[in-house]
């Protein structure tokens, strides 16, 4: 069966998500729409850059919402994915997320420093808080780290 690749910005209160301790139901997620690769100009075999690109912007929901970049990554049934408010952005609802579709999770290094561009973003739109020079200075000068689902499963 086809998946998709979704990214979902939580807090770090809902880390749980990722043993299922936590449920996932009518969440507010990114990935790859056709209306984000138009946005961006990404052709059909720039996936991996799109995709990419759907990440660091559910980075930004999280951010504006949670106040932290914290992102899971799930390869769900396309079933569980529907319309979002914000196709442009590339942003679904995701119905539900059984925790063994979750791949990995994204995270600030310990240390980095988002309290300005967390304050002055906060509650705001993805478009809104991209253009804060706040954002964009943590945009470029801090990448998110990889961390495998399996390590947070061991405890």
Known sequence: M???????PIAASEMGVLSGEIAVA?????TVTPRLLDELGYGENESEDAEYAALVLASVA?????????????????????PGEDPDNGQIVLTSCPASAITAWF????????A???AISK???????????????LLQEHDLLWNDV???RRG
């Open 2 to 8: 086809k998946r998709q690749l979704v990214f979902l």
């Open 26 to 30: 009518d969440r507010v997620a990114y």
């Open 62 to 82: 999280a951010l504006t919402a949670h106040g932290e970049r914290l992102v899971v990554v799930a390869e769900v049934d396309p079933a569980l994915v529907g």
């Open 107 to 114: 995270a600030d290094e310990p240390g980095t420093d988002v």
């Open 116 to 118: 300005d561009a967390a």
């Open 123 to 137: 509650g705001l739109t993805i478009d809104q808080a991209w253009d804060l020079p706040q954002v964009q200075a």
């Open 150 to 152: 399996v390590e947070y």
